[in-house]
């Protein structure tokens, strides 16, 4: 049995390591089918592993009928490649390390604005980058030196980067790379154009902007006016009512401002502007938003501030919005009658202020604690509990702490509770600006 076993284990290694394009295509299938159980499933990602996946299988098929067909029956599989690839909506080049290219489908051509029979034979230079009729298929072949917001999405065993490209005109484009081996080894590149897309998503995040922009102004009048009101003078009813509205109005401006800076961090337009300010006062203002949550579940609020910390330098507004979501989890995801730890001090040794914010509530699991900073990610729990929110907040504080060279560290535990430690420069040159 063990002999049997062996014997198939070295067939199987042998007809693998014969087999490269079979052997990368088992691979990319199981890479495939993994991506859609991990809670960061990136459509992007599944897209063009799904686009490589299909060409490698077609690439080992044509291998198998290579050493199958008897030789007077031989076909040209560089061809019949051709043949498959031609009507793609994908872009697909072929060329040799000297960067000569063999065959460029439609697509491809359509990409680049050159004719495939132009393509074919042509060697790529960076020459072409300061060639009008040639820039956009040196940008493809050399998308660092001229792209933008380059990205790269995946490094092994494909690399895929995700790159923009503003001259001769704004395009956005995925591309990839891989060898293959036919007659002859061949590089292969794989062009996405997600411009639409691109352009689409830009012009939703625009008008988001927009209404959130829309939205706080009044909210924040509101606001004023509601605070503006003395409470001494209603009656209980009255006093509630109030209290009830304030609060509304309060976490409806917290959300439009989250969003608005949400927005201008994604555009890269976000300003920090520095200022002395009192950091015990955001954290009492916070407490203050949050009074009514924290009555509701009837936590324990302790707020230690020492003093050498009691004002710090900082832009008010940001640091207001970062632990404005610490302080909200710690007292949403908190137990019935649970306590909450706030304490804030300077680092010995070090011009830092650290900020402790510790909760006795129902703390993380390890899924959670792997995802807790990626965009729009939110918790089985905070599904359960039907927590309002887009999965934006902890991203944004991790964020803005990053922006201001600072550092976020979580402890927790399931069902015991969380502790999270954040760390910020006191002096303005340890502030990245």
């Known amino acids: 049995m063990n002999f049997q076993l062996t014997k198939y284990l070295i067939f199987l290694k042998n007809f693998l390591k014969k087999n490269l394009e079979i052997t990368i295509a088992l691979f990319l299938g199981i890479i495939l089918f993994i991506s859609l159980f991990v809670s960061s499933f990136n459509f992007l990602k599944f897209l063009v592993f799904l686009s490589l996946l299909i060409l490698l299988n077609l690439l080992g098929y044509l291998y198998y009928l290579k050493i199958k067909i008897p030789k007077e029956e031989k076909i040209d599989l560089f061809l019949l490649v051709k043949k498959l690839i031609e009507n793609l909506q994908e872009g697909i080049v072929f060329y040799d390390d000297e960067l000569k290219i063999y065959y460029a489908n439609k697509k491809f051509a359509e990409l680049v604005e050159i004719s495939q029979e132009n393509l074919s034979g042509l060697v790529v230079g960076q020459w072409m980058l300061k060639n009008k009729n040639y820039e956009k298929l040196g940008n493809i072949f050399f998308p660092f030196i001229q792209g933008e917001e380059i990205k790269i999405i995946s490094e092994k065993p494909v690399e895929v980067i995700s790159v923009k490209f503003s001259l001769p005109e704004e395009k956005y484009f995925l591309i990839s790379y891989l060898e293959i081996f036919l007659d002859k080894p061949y590089k292969v590149r794989l062009v996405f154009d997600k411009t639409e897309d691109v352009i689409e998503a830009n012009k939703k995040l625009e008008f988001i902007q927009l209404v959130s922009h829309n939205l706080l102004t009044p909210l924040s009048e509101i606001r004023w006016q509601l605070e503006s009101i003395d409470k001494e003078k209603l009656e209980e009813d009255e006093r509630v009512f109030l209290e009830n509205a304030l609060y509304i109005a309060q976490t409806a401006s917290v959300f439009a401002q989250n969003m608005l800076t949400f927005l201008r961090i994604e555009k890269g337009k976000v300003e920090i502007e520095l200022k002395e300010f009192s950091l015990e006062e955001t954290i009492r203002r916070i407490l203050k938003i949050l009074e009514r949550k924290i009555a509701e579940k009837g936590l324990e609020v302790n707020v230690e501030i020492y003093e050498k910390v009691k004002?710090?330098?900082?832009?008010?507004?940001?640091?207001?919005?970062?632990?404005?979501?610490?302080?909200?989890?710690?007292?949403?995801?908190?137990?019935?009658?649970?306590?909450?730890?706030?304490?804030?001090?300077?680092?010995?040794?070090?011009?830092?202020?650290?900020?402790?914010?510790?909760?006795?509530?129902?703390?993380?699991?390890?899924?959670?604690?792997?995802?807790?900073?990626?965009?729009?990610?939110?918790?089985?729990?905070?599904?359960?509990?039907?927590?309002?929110?887009?999965?934006?907040?902890?991203?944004?504080?991790?964020?803005?702490?990053?922006?201001?060279?600072?550092?976020?560290?979580?402890?927790?535990?399931?069902n015991r509770g969380t502790k999270v430690k954040v760390s910020l420069p006191l002096e303005k040159n340890l502030i990245p600006l």
């Open 311 to 414: 004002n710090i330098l900082g832009d008010p507004t940001m640091i207001f919005l970062s632990l404005f979501s610490l302080i909200e989890n710690a007292v949403v995801y908190n137990k019935q009658g649970g306590k909450v730890f706030i304490k804030a001090q300077k680092e010995e040794g070090r011009p830092y202020v650290l900020i402790e914010i510790e909760d006795t509530g129902i703390g993380m699991t390890n899924e959670d604690k792997e995802n807790l900073f990626k965009k729009y990610y939110r918790s089985k729990k905070a599904k359960e509990m039907e927590v309002s929110g887009f999965g934006i907040g902890l991203y944004l504080t991790k964020t803005i702490i990053d922006l201001y060279g600072g550092k976020i560290e979580i402890e927790s535990e399931e």
